[in-house]
Each structure stands twice: as structure tokens, then as C-alpha cells.
């Protein structure tokens, strides 16, 4: 007996030492992850047109200027500061998951929802989704957690071996962090079953004291991916994405602009 118990534990030493990562992932069946769409590390695809994983569909719309309403795709997790008030770089924050530790689920999507009509992902069929992941991306964990800038010249706190700079988040118009009661930041998700809508769930990813009123005490930010009971939408063949903020300018536009992430959507099985 002895001797099998140590030739079992040979054989898992085995398989982690010939993991080409720093963990070993497991995988999880059946959840719909977008891992078998292929990226180099760290990047994205904008998809004219839209994408499909797990056989759900996912609308993009891709613009002119290089920006999207709908769904992008990346495995970014990028937790650094913008230096420069360039696409590229903005880019490299909005197509990031925010987590507090290098991601794991390697690739998922990004929803922008700056057009309510676009963003949204189909079923063929009527189906429960179980549950779904949703995180903030970078460019609005950040705007959200630290206002517009630092004021002085700092180093960067995620990268302390790069030049000391002022960093900012160039997100347009953003002057305070979000740290105030009332203040919140959520993802409204709506099912529909053909033209019929099943119900709408609220996912917040930033909630101060007061903001929400079925849970007034809760106070948090978002660091890290959270699991979304989509169950309570009953069986849906149409899931559209909106967002809402309670900062916005004098004229009533939202100043969080409309980003989230989302992964790991189960559906049930019949």
C-alpha cells in the first residue's frame, strides 16, 4: 500500500513539474470560458462583426476609429497607471481585467455598452444561464479608485522599477474618486426570451453606503471577477448589457464611461 501511495504521489509531482505555468489551471467543463479563441499573450481582437464561444454569439460593432460598442476579446491584465495620453495606452487599460492578482482565466471578454443597442449576446436556443462572471476592467477600477491623477511626480506603484512620472487616468471629466456614499457604478443586465423580457439583474461594481437600496450597509469596489445568479432571468435566448453611474456631469452623462468584463458563463444543463 505504501509503496502505491508513493508511486501516485511521484506521478503528481510529475504533472506539476511539467506545467509550463506558474499555477496549474484546472479547467472547468462546459462553462462557456472563450479560451479556444486563439491571442498571442497579452492582447486583443476587436472582431468586425462579432464572435461566437460555446455557441453563444457575441455583437461587436467595430468603428471607424479603432474603438467598439458590444464585445471585444482579450487576455490583458494590465494593472498599471496610464502614462501617456495616447490610444494605444488608454487601449492597454480598457481591454484589461482588473484582479488583484495576475488573472487566471486567461481570456474573456470586454462588453461596452456606450450604445444600449449594441451590446447584447444571443442563444439558439431558450437556455437558464446559471451563473456568469463580471469584473471591472482596468481604465475604470482605476478612474474610479483614484480620481483623475496624483498631482505629483510618483513612481509607478505596480511597476517600481519604471521612470517616475505623473500618472493619470484620462478618463474625461473624472475629478474625485468614487468613495462617497451613494456613489456606484453597476452593469444592468436584461434577459429576453424571443421579443419577451424575462427580468433584469443588477451587478454593481462599485457600491458605497446608501447606494443600493436593498443592501444600504454594502461598501466595495470591485478587485477581483464575481459570480452573477443569472438563473433568476429564467430561460432567455437574448442577454443586453447596459451600465449606470451615479457620477455624471451637469448635463446627466455618465462619467464612469460604460466598461466591464465578463467570463465563465454556465449554462444548465437540460
Excluded at 18 to 42: G, H, Q, S, W
Excluded at 81 to 91: I, L, P
Amino acid at each position: 500500500m505504501k509503496k502505491n501511495i508513493l508511486i501516485l504521489l511521484s506521478i503528481v509531482v510529475m504533472l506539476v513539474a511539467c506545467t509550463d505555468k506558474n499555477e496549474l489551471l484546472v479547467p472547468i467543463p462546459d462553462d462557456i470560458t472563450f479560451n479556444e479563441l486563439a491571442l498571442a499573450p497579452y492582447t486583443h481582437e476587436i472582431p468586425a462583426g462579432g464572435f461566437t464561444s460555446g455557441g453563444i454569439k457575441f455583437n461587436t460593432v467595430k468603428k471607424s476609429d479603432g474603438t467598439f460598442s458590444g464585445f471585444a476579446y482579450s487576455n490583458q491584465n494590465n494593472r498599471s497607471f496610464v502614462w501617456t495620453n495616447t490610444r494605444q495606452a488608454r487601449d492597454t487599460n480598457i481591454l484589461s481585467v482588473y484582479t488583484n492578482y495576475r488573472n487566471l482565466t486567461e481570456v474573456f471578454a470586454v462588453g461596452c455598452a456606450d450604445n444600449a443597442s449594441d451590446t447584447y449576446f444571443t442563444l439558439d436556443g431558450p437556455a437558464v444561464i446559471e451563473h456568469m462572471l463580471i469584473a471591472n476592467n482596468t481604465y475604470n477600477f482605476l478612474a474610479m479608485n483614484y480620481g483623475p491623477n496624483s498631482g505629483s511626480v510618483i513612481a509607478n506603484p505596480n511597476i517600481p522599477s519604471a521612470p517616475k512620472a505623473l500618472w493619470n487616468t484620462y478618463a474625461p471629466g473624472v475629478e474625485r474618486k468614487l468613495n462617497q456614499n451613494g456613489d456606484y457604478y453597476k452593469v444592468i443586465i436584461k434577459g429576453y426570451n424571443g421579443n419577451t423580457l424575462t427580468g433584469s439583474i443588477d451587478a454593481y461594481l462599485l457600491c458605497r453606503k446608501t447606494a443600493d437600496p436593498e443592501n444600504p450597509d454594502f461598501s466595495f469596489l470591485r478587485t477581483d471577477w464575481i459570480a452573477v445568479d443569472m438563473s433568476v432571468l429564467g430561460p432567455v435566448t437574448k442577454v443586453v448589457f447596459t451600465t449606470d453611474t451615479s457620477y455624471k456631469d451637469g448635463d446627466g452623462n455618465h462619467l464612469i464611461h460604460s466598461y466591464f468584463c465578463i467570463d465563465g458563463i454556465r449554462l444548465r444543463k437540460n
